[in-house]
Nanobody, 122 residues
Framework: QVQLIESGGGVVQAGGSLKLSCVAS????????MGWFRQAPGQEREFVAA????????SYQESVEGRFTVSGDNAKKSVYLQMNSLKPEDTAVYYC???????????????WGQGTQVIVST
């Protein structure tokens, strides 16, 4: 019963900040990649940021580089997204994402949070 619980969304003015949190439970994998995707109304879901289990490798969508920071706690199976200098185009539903794998296998397992709404107004 894997469950990803998101929080931290809300409505902010352009230039403001928000921090999203995601806490996973029920995971039984050996290694994890954790991150965030987002989906704006009428748009496809797109990658935002991710971090590896050791917390030393991160990846960002170009449009958020320098503004967003992803961090995580592999032991606690939590991932965070600090969003600064928010722009109206950042408005979207943000989804927590966890991908797990086991040391003895090649299969990857993807899990998604319920989504948290972020609205950036002018």
């Amino acid at each position: 019963q894997v469950q990803l619980i998101e929080s931290g969304g809300g409505v902010v003015q352009a230039g403001g900040s928000l921090k999203l949190s995601c806490v996973a439970s029920g995971l039984t994998f050996d290694t994890y990649t954790m991150g965030w995707f987002r989906q704006a109304p009428g748009q496809e879901r797109e990658f935002v940021a991710a971090i590896n289990g050791n917390g030393n490798v991160t990846s960002y969508q170009e449009s958020v580089e320098g503004r967003f920071t992803v961090s995580g706690d592999n032991a606690k199976k939590s991932v965070y997204l600090q969003m600064n200098s928010l722009k109206p185009e950042d408005t979207a539903v943000y989804y927590c994402w966890v991908q797990g794998s086991r040391s003895y296998g090649l299969a990857l397992y993807d899990y998604w949070g319920q989504g948290t709404q972020v609205i950036v107004s002018t």
